[in-house]
């Protein structure tokens, strides 16, 4: 199989997988599903891409491994959250729903998060179509960087999790663990997993191309649905305690604290 046909295949599976999440968030009544859904896509994409590629094996199921480590627990973290809170929908799509009556605006936008899933399973798709033997320096390194940030994402979220268990910090800011040098350590270590594996790209021919995954990160971290939404809730429900942690802590990347 070419490497265009196994791209067109991962295009049509992520269609009908989205679909069938659409259709299950119409029954369920809650949009939320959705982020979960995206996250494990690339659980989805990879290993089909890994499995059929004509790729060296090494670089291709190294890179999955990680992909995959990576989306089954960033998908598992949201879609427990959504449970926990469901029938409440996330706000941000209780604001689309507001925006878009009825049910065929989503589907639109849901199909759209699909072509998000497939470029960003690009690198592995790359990778799998790889046959140079074995690993060079560069893609060891990226590789490196996407494990190390899965580890600063996944300890992260274990910290605020562990903060909002703690009912004494109901109304509170988190400050503790990464929390204290950055006020989305999350967000951030998520935009170094995505550079992470544009670094190891750059062993495979093309792979140069795959700067557009760190750089749709970025954006939509720091400009669409991440840190800019985040913060307008934040605002609303902390009030001046969530604007003292503005002035003194780092957006996004982790840094010593103002005074």
């Given amino acids: 199989m070419s490497m265009l046909s196994l791209f067109l295949t991962g295009l ?14 119409v029954k369920i009544k809650n949009y939320g599903l959705l982020d979960a859904a995206w996250s494990y896509g690339v659980a989805i994409l990879a290993p089909i891409y890994a499995w059929m590629g004509p790729g060296d094996a090494t670089r291709k199921w190294a890179a999955t491994a990680i992909g995959v480590a990576w989306s089954l627990r960033l998908g598992t973290h949201i879609l427990t959250r ?3 809170h469901h029938p409440v929908e996330d706000a941000r799509y209780q604001t689309l ?11 639109v936008f849901f199909e759209l998060q699909a072509v998000l899933v497939v470029i960003f399973s690009l ?24 494990l190390l940030s899965l580890s600063g994402e996944a300890l992260a979220d274990s910290q605020m ?7 004494s910090n109901k109304g509170k800011v988190c400050q503790a663990g990464l929390w204290r040098w950055s006020r989305h350590p999350n967000y951030f270590f998520e935009f170094m997993l995505w550079v992470g594996f544009f670094v190891a790209s750059l062993g495979t021919p093309w ?19 991440g840190i800019k939404l985040s913060e307008e809730y934040s605002l609303k429900s902390r009030g001046d305690a969530y604007r003292e942690y503005q002035r003194t802590t780092s957006a996004f990347v982790p840094w010593f604290r103002k005074s």
């Fill in 161 to 167: 999790k562990a903060f909002k268990a703690d009912a």
């Fill in 123 to 146: 690198p592995f798709l790359l990778m799998s179509f790889n046959p140079a033997p074995g690993l060079k320096a560069v893609e060891m390194l990226g590789l490196a960087i996407a």
């Fill in 207 to 225: 792979g140069w191309t795959m700067i557009v995954c760190p750089l749709l990160m970025q954006h939509f971290l720091l400009n669409v649905t």
């Fill in 82 to 84: 959504v449970i926990s």
């Fill in 12 to 25: 049509a599976i992520a269609a009908g997988y989205f679909f069938l999440t659409w259709l299950v968030s």
């Fill in 97 to 107: 729903r507001a925006r878009w009556p009825g049910s065929g605006m989503f589907l």
